[in-house]
């Protein structure tokens, strides 16, 4: 928007009006000591985003310490602190190629008193957004705006923005929200920071130590911060699966929340005991929840031989329209042994479903072009359920008709909002007469694992994502068409990688603790809806069947689509 405005010389119109802005500047202005000026290839900027003892803690763009190429060989590296102007020598922790992000060290500056409470890891507020850091200075820009989300990423008009502010912080009303990448004079692309924080912790030192801005006090992040802490050496020790791994756990937390189940493993590896393996990867609850179970009362599952009005399709062959019977039964859902990488909202439960059936491929084009041509683009609270002008959308108008993009009939359909998805499986069921909707995440992730049939593997039907799905390796930077790959277990396509999919569910971080476990719908309300399966555009351990992610309902994404489910 500002971008056009520029063009057309109405920014002078426009500007005394953004100027009345509601940011709190003079929180800007205390923002200031959490930015660095960082020297390396290339000038920039960066931010603390933790420290331990006497070292902080610094994220950057890659290619400001490694140059365009990523030249793993840098110079010295040089920050320089708001309270601080003395250069100090800082080292490069490891960098992300495939995010251009790097992760520093440096010494604590003297006098430094740089802000904790100061991130907003779910930005809802998408105008005036600031940075600082310009002209190798600590400068607070003019006000931008939020034009366009895609997964992972915040691409913002913002005036003023020039080389040589990469690794500035992308700030709101509500504080830091990404880490800027690239600018070409008028526009921004940000790392979001849920991304930069997932990213950078991986499976060590719990690097990232921000917290949301201004909402609790200290001693609330510190105790957050030692549950973080606990959460990822229980991580680490479920990965290494050694006794070793789970007495450094005990000896650390020996009241902890998983004590008792790290005592169980011992005893397994010790061979003193051996406990079902079905309660590996569980936490210490579920297992608790899982053996108190009188067996008396668990009903059977389906035997297709016995009953012949279950037919071959129901055993997970295609069967009307490409839907694939998915037999009812319980599952543990979340965090199981073999996932790997999981985050808090993952914790693994027990859950258990009904029968239902799931699309056997994402929607395509063609069969949301078909769609449009019955019902429209509606509007739909605001938006339609397509962006018709989104240079990705393989969609078009063709002599009053939509049609797919000549090539691109068979891939998923992106561009298309929650509401849009919805819309799509409520036109279904009035023209079945089925019950049509979109699955909920319980459902999704049941059928990614291959229902009953599941092997346990990391995604939907293989260890290695290369066998079964799209990603950022093999995608070539683009969607492909659906069933290319190979299925799961059950006979679906595409699960993990190609196009994350719609779920039904409200997000929710906690409701695996809090919701349901017989057919869980998710939360009453909330902001975000649920996404799974990760996309061409991702690394592949977030294609994993387990990854939670959620998205602003009411936008439009070149990596997201989405199938449904049909209730019998």
Not at 47 to 54: C, L, S
Not at 164 to 169: L, Q, R, T
Not at 280 to 303: F, V
Request: charged letters at 25%; proline letters at 4%; one cysteine or more.
């Amino acid at each position: 928007m500002l971008r056009k405005l520029i063009k057309t010389g109405l920014i002078l119109v426009l500007l005394p009006q953004i100027m009345q802005s509601q940011m709190n500047l003079e929180w800007l202005e205390e923002l200031k000591s959490n930015v660095v000026k960082v020297s390396g290839a290339e000038n920039g900027f960066g931010f603390i985003i933790g420290e331990n003892k006497d070292r902080l803690y610094l994220a950057t763009a890659a290619h400001v310490i490694l140059g365009k190429y990523f030249d793993t060989n840098p110079p010295a590296i040089g920050v320089e602190f708001y309270s601080d102007r003395r250069i100090y020598n800082a080292t490069m922790i490891s960098f992300f190629e495939d995010y251009d992000l790097a992760l520093l060290e440096a010494p604590f500056p003297v006098g430094s008193d740089w802000e904790i409470n100061c991130v907003d890891f779910n930005a809802s507020i998408y105008e005036d957004v600031r940075f600082i850091g310009r002209n190798e200075d600590w400068v607070i820009s003019l006000p931008g705006q939020i034009n366009r989300i895609n997964v992972g990423n915040l691409y913002a008009d913002i005036i003023g923005i020039q080389p040589g502010c990469s690794g500035a912080p992308l700030i709101n009303g509500d504080g830091i929200i990404g880490l800027i990448i690239e600018q070409d004079g008028v526009q921004a692309r940000a790392i979001d920071l849920s991304t930069v924080r997932q990213v950078i912790n991986g499976d060590r030192y719990n690097y990232f130590t921000l917290q949301s801005a201004k909402k609790q006090d200290y001693s609330n992040h510190h105790e957050q911060d030692e549950d973080y802490l606990e959460f990822l050496t229980w991580k680490a020790a479920k990965q290494k699966n050694t006794i070793a791994a789970y007495r450094n756990y005990t000896r650390q937390y020996p009241n902890g929340v998983n004590a008792e189940l790290a005592d169980i493993f011992i005893a397994r590896l010790q061979n003193k005991e051996q406990p079902d393996e079905d309660l590996a990867g569980l936490d210490y609850e579920a297992i608790q929840e899982r053996t108190s179970d009188d067996p008396s009362t668990i009903e059977p599952a389906p035997n297709i031989a016995e009953n012949p009005e279950m037919d071959e399709a129901q055993s997970g062959a295609v069967t009307e329209g490409e839907m694939i019977f998915v037999q009812s039964g319980k599952f543990i859902m979340g965090c199981t042994e073999e996932q790997i990488n999981c985050d808090r909202n993952e914790i693994a439960h027990e859950v258990f479903l009904d029968d239902f059936f799931i699309s056997r491929f994402e929607v395509t084009n063609q069969q949301f072009a078909e769609f449009l041509n019955e019902e429209g683009n509606r509007e739909e609270e605001g938006k339609t359920w397509i962006n018709e002008k989104a240079d990705f959308l393989r969609i078009e108008m063709i002599n009053g008709k939509y049609a797919a993009v000549r090539g691109f009939e068979d891939h998923p359909v992106v561009g298309v909002s929650w509401n849009g998805a919805n819309a799509f499986c409520r036109w279904k069921t009035k023209k079945t007469g089925y019950t049509y909707r979109l699955p909920t995440e319980a459902e999704w992730e049941y059928a990614a694992r291959g229902g009953h049939l599941a092997t346990a593997t990391q995604y939907a039907g293989a260890e290695k994502l290369e066998d079964v799905g799209w990603f950022v390796s093999n995608s070539d930077g683009q969607t492909h068409p659906v069933g290319q790959k190979s299925p799961n277990e059950l006979g679906i396509y595409d699960m993990s990688g190609n196009v994350w999919e719609w779920c039904n569910d409200w997000y929710g971080s906690d409701f695996y603790t809090t919701g349901d476990t017989n057919n869980p719908k998710g939360p009453l309300k909330g902001n975000y809806r649920s996404i799974r399966g990760g996309s061409w555009y991702n690394f592949a351990w977030i294609c994993r069947v387990g990854l939670r992610y959620n998205s602003i309902p009411n936008a439009y994404f070149n990596s997201i689509g989405f199938r449904c489910v049909k209730i019998p």
